[in-house]
């Protein structure tokens, strides 16, 4: 007031000489403001405690069927009691509340019961048409209702799995993150709908593809990498929309059969459809997508073992050509390494690779084997060094006595239980001129019928 007064009397320089901004003044104070009612508005909601909650059901038991005598801290506890979303009289009570419409903690609690249970049976319409006429009213504010409110005549209602898995496969986006979008936790019912919705849409869209173009691979890559890994989708429902895919993927496509078949071996729900563990997971899939992962598989062993485990590629005899046209009969398959061939790839590939071990007398002989399941189930094993007859076995001697087609350790020996075990042997024979024609009689004579070649 000094200043003031000496103001009046005598000309002075700085903030008191020139009219004052307001606005400008309390700038400062309206920020701090502004962020406290932000922090407010957006705090997470508080569970009521047990106590309180059965304080407020005999509060209820007494004055039921007037919500207004409960008073707001008992409101706000039953708000959030998922049982009151089978009260009738507690749901129209709420709803004809005035202050419904202005307080976030009770309509943020009771959408998500709404959620969680996801269109509870009998008193879906009453919840959705509750919930929309109070955010209409816009006057509870916060983070999550604002998202809602424009939205809300298709979120609170039968569509909103539709509306919201719509968003993701339309902007190429995770349901984590349109979940995000509207607050909602990942464990609810809605979110799960969602989740189920979405892997529909997407599967639905990507086989209306014909040819595998680049917007196909990338709905493909998109729908593998960012939906169908939620551990929210029904078993039944993923298996049958991962099957459609297999069936969809052209077989010349190397590289989108090679995605497709290694995002299936990483996958928590499906893995190596051909070890004893994963049968299970296979078994809800329908048969063809499952003979043809295992397809690609024995392909992929195939050509692993002609391409980068004999010496540089080579293919003596022409073995490759040969087998490629009966891969896709083959049942089972498996690749064992020497350790002269473990040693050699470390160096030379980066990714983890399926193999077993392969032990010989010189160290390093490795071996391709595969199974076929013709009029008598028989093992072909084939090796990498010249020099060695290819064998077929029994393929129930192979079992017991060499150790199966998932054997961690294999044994290039005669011996019982070696790869040229002479008590399990069928056949076997060198690679002499004329081979394929006699192999291929033998092969005929235990049942199996060559494919064309691919």
Not at 11 to 16: A, I, K, N, V
Not at 65 to 87: F, K, S, W
Not at 234 to 256: S, Y
Not at 420 to 437: C, D, N, P, R
Request: proline share 6%; glycine share 6%.
């Amino acid at each position: 007031m000094k200043r003031l007064r000496l103001a009046a009397a005598m000309p002075m320089t700085g903030s008191l000489d020139h009219p004052l901004d307001p606005y400008q003044e309390i700038d400062g104070l309206r920020a701090g403001v502004e962020k406290i009612a932000s922090l407010r508005a957006n705090r997470p909601l508080r569970r009521a405690t047990q106590s309180t909650i059965i304080a407020a059901m005999a509060r209820w038991a007494e004055c039921r069927p007037d919500v207004a005598a409960l008073g707001a801290r008992y409101i706000r506890a039953l708000c959030a009691h998922a049982p009151m979303l089978e009260d009738e009289k507690f749901l129209l009570g709420i709803s004809n509340h005035p202050e419904f419409p202005r307080r976030r903690r009770w309509l943020e609690s009771l959408m998500g019961l709404y959620e969680g249970a996801w269109r509870p049976a009998r008193h879906a319409e009453q919840i959705e048409r509750m919930l929309n006429d109070a955010l209409q009213r816009d006057e509870a504010q916060s983070a999550r209702l604002d998202a809602i409110r424009p939205v809300a005549s298709r979120y609170l209602s039968p569509n909103a799995a539709a509306f919201l898995s719509g968003e993701a496969v339309d902007q190429r986006i995770p349901i984590a993150d349109v979940l995000a979008r509207y607050g909602v936790p990942a464990d609810t019912g809605l979110a799960r709908a969602v989740a189920n919705t979405a892997i529909r849409v997407w599967v639905a869209q990507l086989c209306k593809y014909i040819a595998l173009s680049s917007k196909a691979r990338a709905l493909l890559e998109y729908g593998l990498s960012d939906l169908a890994n939620s551990l929210a989708i029904d078993p039944g429902l993923l298996a049958e929309a991962i099957g459609r895919v297999i069936a969809w993927v052209p077989d010349e496509d190397e590289k989108t059969v090679a995605f497709v078949r290694d995002w299936l071996l990483d996958h928590p729900r499906f893995g190596d459809p051909r070890l004893p563990a994963n049968q299970p997971k296979w078994a809800v899939m329908a048969a063809g997508p499952r003979e043809r992962m295992i397809r690609w598989l024995a392909k992929g062993d195939l050509l692993f073992f002609f391409d980068f485990v004999m010496p540089r590629g080579r293919n003596p005899h022409g073995r490759k050509e040969f087998w490629l046209q009966y891969i896709d009969l083959v049942e089972d398959s498996a690749v064992a390494l020497s350790p002269v061939d473990i040693a050699r790839l470390r160096l030379s590939v980066t990714e983890t690779l399926r193999y077993a071990r392969a032990d010989s007398t010189s160290g390093e002989v490795s071996a391709f084997i595969m199974r076929f399941g013709g009029k008598s189930k028989f093992v072909v094993a084939e090796f990498s060094q010249t020099g060695n007859a290819a064998y077929i076995h029994d393929a129930e001697r192979f079992e017991t006595l060499v150790g199966g087609m998932r054997a961690r350790r294999y044994y290039v020996a005669t011996t019982p239980n070696g790869l040229k075990s002479q008590t399990a042997m069928i056949t076997k024979y060198s690679h002499l001129e004329g081979w394929e024609i006699r192999v291929h009689d033998e092969l005929r004579h235990l049942g199996l019928r060559r494919r064309p070649l691919r």
